[in-house]
DNA sequence: TGCATTTATTAACAAATGTGAACGGAATGC
DNA sequence: GCATTCCGTTCACATTTGTTAATAAATGCA
């Protein structure tokens, strides 16, 4: 159930298995219903979870309506780290799209974790860099392409993706209305 | 000189006297006249930079057209972490829009540095998450405020800047046209 | 199965921003 | 100091995307 998670772990830097039954018995399980919430605006983010199966999403609420900012999927990291790091009020949602199993890790095993094996800190960092880097793309295509341009990008590089979400939620996500996505469409 | 810079580094954790000399004597004094570059595209980044006195800015080409992903001025870090990390070659550029004075470290010596004293690396992971933050922010006020909007945000929030840099490339910035932004002042 | 709700599509019109071109003034380099 | 280049502004017009509204299709639920 976990092995990807070890895998990923292993590629970052060599743990031995004592480091890893160590971080695997700070983890645990835990599930979202559809449409259920890992993080909530106003909720300050005390765990981080790695997905065994499922969908969610990062977004926030502007004006009634909810703009993606990332989705996430199996074999992914899910979290905010703006509210997990500083410890502050959440400016973002997170929701399961789809029935998500979870291995989650509150902060303060984290803290744990990096105490007792401070290797570890070199996991957090990279995830946090992967996924600035990863914003940081998303963010230029948005600036960068026309909006038909970032619809095939999305398409292409998440075709999976695109058949598990709604088209409105990807719309929004490419910072369009829907109305004008499907006239992409056609 | 770096007072400034010791200060923000003793805000991250408490550091000795000698941690502190240990660091300073691994950065050195480096200039740029103003149009000199930092890093180019295609480039390795291998330093980052503290920067005493100036103003510089992250940049890409697109079509011809020089965009600031961001405006880097003294007290602040400058440098291109997504090249840098990962030792490979620059989608950015970075260059000075006024003469600057910085301290710069080789990536050879911060991982000396990290090695001596590891909890150094709070400080480059406090760099991260403020840096990626940052960005984030920059890229939502893109894709959520009107043109108007943005600009309006911009000099308010960085008044001093906003007489520092021409108007093409704030235009740039906030990703829109320099004729639109010449529309929008009226 | 059938009803209610949500999601997707279409169209006419409006608004915001881009495009290309022209001009004047400022800064720069010789 | 003069010529040149760069920068900011303005305008007319084109293009893209948003807005509103109506309807169709799909989905969820009793």
Redesign the pocket.
């Known amino acids: 159930m976990s092995e990807h998670l070890i895998k990923q772990v292993q590629l970052i830097d060599n743990f031995t298995d004592q480091d890893i039954s160590l971080f695997l018995g700070l983890l645990e399980g835990s599930y979202l219903l559809k449409g259920e919430h890992f993080l909530k605006e106003g909720q300050i983010s005390r765990h981080f979870a790695f997905i065994i199966e499922g969908l969610t999403m990062l977004y926030q609420i502007q004006d009634g309506v909810e703009i993606p900012c990332e989705f996430i999927k199996e074999n992914e990291w899910v979290g905010y780290l703006k509210s997990f790091s500083t410890a502050s009020p959440s400016d973002m949602n997170i929701k399961a799209l789809e029935d998500t199993k979870l291995l989650r890790i509150s902060a303060e095993n984290l803290t744990k974790l990096f105490h007792i094996q401070p290797k570890f800190m070199l996991v957090k960092n990279y995830y946090t860099e992967y996924s600035f880097f990863t914003n940081a793309q998303h963010a230029n295509d948005l600036s960068m392409l026309?909006?038909?341009q970032r619809y095939y990008k999305f398409i292409h590089e998440n075709y999976d993706l695109s058949n598990r979400i709604?088209?409105?939620l990807i719309a929004a996500y490419l910072?369009?209305?829907?109305?004008?996505?499907?006239?992409?469409?056609?």
């Open positions: 026309s909006a038909k709604p088209q409105y910072g369009i209305k829907p109305q004008s996505l499907s006239r992409l469409r056609k």
